[in-house]
């Protein structure tokens, strides 16, 4: 008996994980966090009406989800006003880049992304084998004319670009964006994740134009929808890159309610205005907290915003150790020099009370 | 604008899709099945304790799951009286297999399986690139000594064996399948799903014995505990083979409230038992339906029956089309001689009844 023969290809991949799960960490500590605000995740929630489908739908759980995503797929072609044979429905957008990643990607391939930025995306590069060329942020925004520049410069197969970005928040006006998806060059695929796209002000995604075959814009129930733990992203693209997923992806992968919940929830769209609405008010907060305590924000288009701790990664990393004892769940951008920051998702009232308590106290505790 | 530039073997790839779901044909016919009973789901569904338990952790959507799998982990673990470190748990058997086949199979790769076997096995070796190597039933049991011998010759990767098979539903006493255990050549690694399990007759599956590097066996909720719309799976194997799916897996893929449901759902066992009780019944009355009309059914040791429609694959599908035109959802196997069978799953009382009154007509359709 020996090893599994694992292509040359796996056997290199380290079994690194792209983030460590705040159940980790509650196991280690033994105990709940008293604020869940480290993982980019919505507190407020999904739509009441959605909560109801899933419990209505979840008796009917021994039948599979249907594989087509028939339903969802029409009521997203009419909500974006597009045709459903330009709709992909996966397993979360995390899902959907690993597909995607594979249709493209072979050793040695070159993909475009931002150094820093989302670290699940370059994870399947990894795993596929690309070669990863990392372009810098121009401070705390992803620099699309140099992500360009360098796609075409290697010859790219695939440039992503998260707008608004995760880490940082930040964002561009879709007149940037759409000067992006002119420039893409001669061969590149776009990954355009707009996973927070919805938190952001008006007129920052462009408007769709399916005719190109060279984007790929993601969206997703995770986020503003709060239905992080479903697993029901989409992406919106030309009919034959959409189709191409049928040839690899799983399926029947879907889980049957989370469907049914998606569905609603995109219904309640009077739901998903009051949930920005408390998002922006919660933003705020965080700013006038950050401010009470001396420090500054990064403009937010998302449901987080980073804390700028006003120093360098190391203190940064205690700021953020000190709110952990002190049960409040965040993190922190990987990369010099968004590691000066702390972020955290836009929390309830009580969420940010215990923050708001816990912050100036750490903040002490870092700088001693 | 040109097409994305695939890589070629997904160029190569035909859009095939495993199976068509029965919501596809309900659109096609504009109604819905009055008796579901096609796609191997168990239609008594999961434990009212595993309903319960999903609908409390509905609200809790909009975490992610944990992607540790922890608690499910030991609980399986403790279920199986072995290591959590012995576990992968994954989106469905489905998700699994293509995690496994793309850790080991890069294009000209041997893989063997048997000729009519599990379709979606098979979907994720051709969509690596791995050559198939099919070998013929002996009767309507797959043979595993053929394809212990054909992987000897081949030099195969991968060994996949479905006890109890899919789609026949016969199975091997788990001497046989320690035998085949001891007989994996070097080199390979045998993927036992064993999917159906909990419905075959005591002695069927061998222990658990982790220590050997060449043996992945597969489990789900999928079946006996009635959740296939959740997609909950997993895989008992050696630490270090169970570690490699860390490296490539999505890790934020499961969905929470599956995670707390299968959590529950495998705490009832005396929900389960009570399935297996109601599905043994249902087999049993198939049995008699078949009988009534003159036609033999395949011994099942899984939760479907295939019936014997005594004469070729034409004349089943007559058949399987006249059931459908009356309401009646059910399948049958794709490769001859199989093909001669309709099969159809343990249903309810009601579902019984109705393919009891739908059979006679569709026999007599059939064959006029």
């Known amino acids: 008996m020996t090893e599994p023969r694992y292509t040359p290809l796996v056997a290199s991949l380290p079994s690194t994980v792209p983030f ?8 280690i500590r033994e105990a709940e966090f008293d604020a869940r605000l480290g993982a980019n995740e919505n507190v407020f929630g999904p739509s009441p009406r959605a909560i109801r489908a899933m419990k209505i739908a979840t008796p ?8 087509e995503n028939f339903d969802l797929k029409q009521a997203l072609a009419a909500h974006h006003q597009i045709s459903p044979e330009n709709i992909v429905v996966g397993e979360g957008i995390d899902g959907l880049l690993g597909y995607l990643v594979r249709m493209l990607i072979e050793p ?32 705390d925004y992803e620099d699309p004319v140099a992500l360009i520049e360098k796609a075409g410069e290697v010859g790219a197969k695939l440039i992503y670009l998260a707008n608004p970005d995760n880490p940082m928040g930040t964002s561009h006006p879709q007149s940037v964006i759409s000067a992006v998806i002119d420039a893409v060059p001669e061969g590149a695929l776009l990954v355009l994740d707009e996973a927070y796209i919805e938190f952001a002000p008006e007129g920052t995604a462009p408007g769709f134009d399916v005719s190109r ?18 697993r029901v992203g989409y992406g919106i693209a030309a009919a034959g890159l959409v189709q191409s997923f049928d040839k690899i992806r ?13 569905l609603e929830a995109l219904a309640d769209q009077k739901y998903l205005s009051q949930t920005l609405g408390l998002v922006a008010k919660a933003r705020v907060r965080i700013g006038q907290i950050a401010a009470a305590n001396g420090l500054t924000v990064v403009p937010s288009s998302t449901n987080f915003v980073a804390i700028d701790c006003g120093a360098d990664g190391a203190f940064a990393k205690r700021v953020l150790a000190a709110l952990l004892a002190r049960s409040v769940f965040i993190r922190m951008p990987f990369v010099a020099p968004h590691d000066r920051c702390i972020r955290l998702s836009a929390g309830t009232q009580t969420d940010l009370d215990l923050f708001e308590q816990a912050l100036p106290l750490a903040l002490t505790e870092a700088r001693s």
């Open 20 to 27: 460590v799960g705040p159940e980790t960490q509650e196991r």
């Open 60 to 67: 009917d759980i021994w039948k599979y989800g249907d594989p």
């Open 108 to 139: 040695g391939d070159a993909v475009v992304t931002s150094l820093g930025g989302y670290p699940t995306f370059s994870f399947h590069v990894r795993g596929y084998g690309g070669d990863l060329v990392e372009v810098p942020y121009k401070g």
């Open 213 to 230: 075959d060279n984007v790929i814009r993601f969206r997703t129930f995770s986020k503003a929808y709060g239905m992080a733990g479903a």
């Open 250 to 262: 799983n399926h029947f992968g879907m889980n049957r309610v989370a469907q049914a919940g998606a």
